[in-house]
């Protein structure tokens, strides 16, 4: 515990989030972003717009068009340097204040429809390990919380750093790569410029058309029959500069950092850096990345593969970072699993709430966000300064160094 609460002090940016899914609002707070970062809004809100996308989505993506307010932070379109506060407004909120009302007793005029205690815990959800913990008889008071609505606050604050990333030139892109056991092909590398090339009104952001299809029919089997579906996605990301991370400490490696942040994400079980799973089974010929002599007097050496996903030993080496996540079916099925009524402890059926049949699209840009707060955590680490004028002359004076490193080789 003591390692953790170092790691964290030391952090460059952190984020923390507040709210309920049907209470009044999200709240975020965002520290550690440098002064003088020019804010788009648009952009902002085009990232929460594009979680709230992808085919499988239920209901609730019609009621809400997500927005958020920054509220604190930032003056005249720029970052202070101070901690920037955002909310995140819940349009569902006026069906549910006669259930989620904060004061002790519901307030005249309270609109909505007061909802019963939930007492039936899902399976593979929050529901039961987190009444057992906090000690709640309404397992509401958990479901509320746990809920993926709470990734849009992930969003909103990922969104800011991959605004930071991109002012030096990094990039971040994902795509949906298998739904069930629909899957692109073990060895089909998927570009960065193919997965950005993909239209955020795309309904499952798959790379191939036709395997989309298969993927939006296997989705329509499933909510036919009252069932729920996962599946997999990666996050590449281009530009990212060399040194990045660090090996002398397990808390500071960087490939440990992004599983965290992916692994983070509700209903992900696993999580892949560059094939991922693969190089369990693969002899070390085919897993490791061959080193290159430079092409040209600019060039550092080069990779004919990128296996590894662009981190060695904890640390990025130049080529595109690519991170995969796996997410089970969500825990809410329209044909319940067996559960148990906590009052009685007898069988029951367990409770249903309102949620899709497939998230996976949604995941991906919510694996987007996460990852972009961990590299530009780690930027800041290495390039850090308190401006963004004081960034670029770090940034620009290591990016010197590297080039003399390879223009000028150590003679014998």
Not at 118 to 142: F, Q, S
Not at 244 to 262: E, T
Not at 367 to 373: F, P, S
Not at 382 to 389: A, L, N, Q
Request: with cysteine; hydrophobic share 40%.
């Amino acid at each position: 515990m003591r390692n953790f609460f170092v790691y964290n002090a030391l952090r460059m940016l952190r984020f923390l989030s507040a709210g309920e899914s049907h209470g009044q609002a999200l709240v975020i707070t965002l520290d550690g972003m440098p002064a003088g970062l020019d804010v788009d809004i648009d952009a902002l809100n085009a990232q929460l717009r594009r979680r709230q996308g992808g085919y499988g989505r239920g209901r609730r993506m019609a009621i809400e068009s997500d927005r958020a307010e920054i509220v604190a932070g930032v003056r005249r379109g720029k970052t202070t340097g101070a901690p920037i506060a955002m909310l995140i407004r819940n349009r569902d909120w006026v069906n549910w204040q006669q259930t989620m009302h904060v004061e002790r007793e519901m307030p005249e005029g309270a609109s909505g429809t007061r909802r019963p205690e939930v007492t039936r815990p899902r399976p593979g959800h929050a529901d039961l390990a987190g009444a057992i913990k906090y000690g709640h008889e309404d397992v509401r008071d958990v479901l509320e919380r746990a809920s993926a609505r709470e990734t849009a606050s992930r969003v909103a604050a990922g969104s800011l750093a991959r605004q930071l990333l991109a002012r030096f030139g990094i990039r971040i892109a994902s795509h949906v790569s298998s739904i069930g056991d629909v899957a692109l092909a073990e060895d089909r590398v998927v570009s960065f410029d193919e997965a950005r090339a993909i239209d955020d009104d795309d309904p499952l952001r798959c790379v191939d058309p036709q395997l989309q299809q298969q993927m939006i029919a296997f989705i329509d089997a499933s909510k036919e029959a009252g069932d729920t579906v996962g599946g997999s996605f990666e996050v590449i990301c281009t530009g990212v500069p060399p040194g990045l991370g660090s090996y002398v400490q397990w808390d500071r490696k960087l490939d440990g950092r992004l599983a965290q942040a992916v692994m983070c994400i509700h209903a992900i079980k696993a999580v892949g850096i560059g094939i991922g799973p693969e190089v369990a089974s693969r002899p070390g010929s085919r897993v490791h990345d061959e080193i290159l002599p430079p092409r040209t007097d600019a060039d550092a050496p080069g990779r004919p593969t990128n296996r590894a996903g662009g981190l060695e030993g904890g640390v990025t080496n130049g080529q595109d970072v690519r991170v995969t996540g796996f997410m089970k079916p969500i825990a809410t099925l329209m044909k319940p699993l067996r559960s148990v009524d906590l009052n009685t402890l007898t069988d029951a059926p367990a409770a249903i709430e309102r949620s899709d049949v497939c998230a996976v699209p949604a995941a991906a840009v919510v694996g987007e966000a996460m990852v972009a707060l961990v590299l530009a955590d780690a930027f800041l680490e290495k390039f850090g300064g308190d401006s963004i004028d004081e960034i670029d002359r770090h940034y620009a004076a290591t990016a010197e160094q590297v080039r003399r490193r390879f223009t000028s080789p150590t003679t014998a």
